[in-house]
């Protein structure tokens, strides 16, 4: 009698893994996940379906008697496949997401299966071992060589630990009144809402104004730090971003760094999208005075085609770290004296998210990522061109995979063109060939086309620009 046979009689009905049909659904997992990646272009990029017809579809079936693996397999196939947004599709332009690594998606899979706690070297010993060389790996790439690290659930996370540690550093643990952290305009919401949750009251978050693309104005950075200290408040970090989200600018990080070293304010860079594009030589210099900040957040969930959710803080403050998150409590966790991650970050349990990365470079290397981050930038250049060509005005100055348009008939008011822009975006995604949004800049509403992806060709961006320009001359037709 096998162990897991024995005492039926204490312990109930017992989960029997031999009676699962694991390798049935092993094998049927597996050719669904071949027919994702081979049918990319199959499905159409957006599902063509609504909350309500999916709420109707999908309620009821949480149950008490399970169907089965395969038959839950099945189900799958039949309700959620066909409602699901195709981001891996060649011409998904969408929010900051990748089609991802295929390396990547495995790697989940490992990691669920395993299910080690990557809070604590003795829970995930190998994990935490790949963590780490990942973490020196990305401090290189960034310069930052004497960086320590660990992955978050999202670029989010990583700035709102970062701005814990740059409160602490300032103040020696908790908020105080009076305490004031700088970001552009520019700057994702996530800044602002990390700054909240970090203590940090409304009015301490500064908007500092941009110029162009969406850059950081630093002699307004500069003078408002100035002025704040002459009225007695208390400057305690920047935040400055490589790579906004909506158009993709970058601030001017050299000047930004000196200026912190000097006014002796805490560096965060917000590299969550644009710092994949550290991976090409002739873009390096763009970020200069990077690796100079105190802590940079990088979302390899974003340009280094990792699945959601992994994300990077890389911080030189290993010692803040230890500060702002020492506990006493937590005696229940066996410490080999080596400070694990539930110790210097805001995380207890830990998915060992590091590991997807982990995976996707062993399987792929870095020279996939770099040669898609390439080709990406390539490719939105030719968008843009091709779109200035069908006579759509294009933002200028793009540097990275976003290209920004608009199509401007004479005679609109600024309103009907603002509203001309999200009919184009709404034909196109509803046509299923397609997906990318519209965003504000510069007072305006302009279509926007973020392309973090392995498969876009230069056949799909011709045939979007065509599209493009087809939908665009129909809409300001039916438009009033
Ligand atoms: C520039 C930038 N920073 C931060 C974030 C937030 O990152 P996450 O969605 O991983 O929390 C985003 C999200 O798109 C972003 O574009």
């Known amino acids: 009698m096998k162990e897991s046979d024995q005492g039926a009689a204490v312990g109930g009905e017992a989960f029997d893994l031999a009676s699962t049909g694991l390798e049935e659904a092993a094998a049927k997992a ?33 149950v008490d008697e399970g169907v089965g693996l395969v038959q839950a397999l099945e189900d799958f196939e039949q309700w959620v496949l066909p409602g699901s947004m195709g981001t891996p599709h060649p011409l998904y332009l969408g929010l900051v997401n990748s089609s991802p690594l295929p390396g990547a998606a495995l790697g989940d899979l490992l990691i669920s299966s395993l299910n080690n706690n990557g809070g604590a070297f003795h829970q995930s010993p190998a994990m935490t071992t790949c963590e780490e060389e990942l973490v020196h790996a990305f401090a290189r790439l960034f310069g930052m060589t004497a960086a320590d690290g660990m992955f978050l659930p999202g670029g989010t996370f990583a700035t709102l630990q970062a701005i814990v540690l740059a409160r602490v550093q300032a103040t020696g643990g908790p908020a105080q009144s009076g305490l004031r952290l700088y970001t552009s305009e520019a700057a994702h919401f996530s ?11 409304a ?15 630093v002699s307004a950075l500069e003078q408002r730090i100035r002025c704040d200290r002459e009225e007695g408040a208390a400057p305690f970090a920047v935040v400055a971003t490589a790579g906004t989200t909506a158009t993709g600018a970058l601030d001017p990080l050299a000047d930004i760094a000196a200026l912190c070293r000097e006014e002796k304010i805490w560096l965060h860079v917000d590299a969550c ?40 803080l890389l911080t030189v403050h290993r010692d803040v770290a230890q500060r702002a998150f020492a506990t006493t409590a937590g005696s229940y966790i066996p410490t080999d004296g080596e ?12 998915r060992s998210s590091g590991l997807a990365v982990w995976m996707a470079l ?8 770099r040669a898609a981050v390439k080709s990406n930038i390539e490719l939105t250049r030719l968008l843009e ?10 933002l200028e100055g793009g540097e990275l995979s976003i290209a920004c348009a608009r199509w401007e008939p004479r005679d ?11 009919a184009i975006a709404r034909d196109v995604i509803s046509s299923g060939k397609a997906w990318f949004s519209t965003t504000r800049h510069a007072g305006c509403t302009w279509l926007r086309f973020n392309m973090l992806n392995l498969y876009t060709r230069e056949g799909h961006v011709r045939r979007l620009a065509d599209l493009l320009a087809t939908t665009a001359s129909r809409a300001a037709t039916q438009a009033p």
């Open 412 to 422: 609109r008011t600024a309103d009907a063109i603002d509203r001309l822009q999200d």
């Open 30 to 62: 597996a050719a669904i996940f071949v027919s994702i990646y081979r049918g990319l272009e199959e499905r159409p990029v957006a599902p063509p379906t609504n909350r309500a017809a999916l709420r109707a579809m999908i309620a009821g079936t949480v």
């Open 203 to 217: 009015e301490g978050v500064v908007s500092i104004p941009v110029s162009g693309r969406g850059v950081m104005n």
């Open 385 to 394: 061109a091709l779109l200035a060509e069908r006579g759509f005005r294009v």
């Open 191 to 201: 800044v602002a809402r990390a700054a909240m949750v970090a203590g940090v009251a």
């Open 339 to 350: 400070l694990d991650a539930w110790q210097r970050g805001i995380p207890t349990t830990r």
């Open 362 to 369: 062993r399987a792929h290397g870095w020279r996939t990522i």
């Open 273 to 312: 999208y644009g710092g994949a594009a550290m991976l090409l030589e002739p873009m390096r210099a763009r970020f200069a005075g990077i690796e100079q900040a105190d802590s940079i957040a990088i979302d390899p969930h974003k340009w280094f085609f990792i699945p959601v959710t992994a994300a990077l």
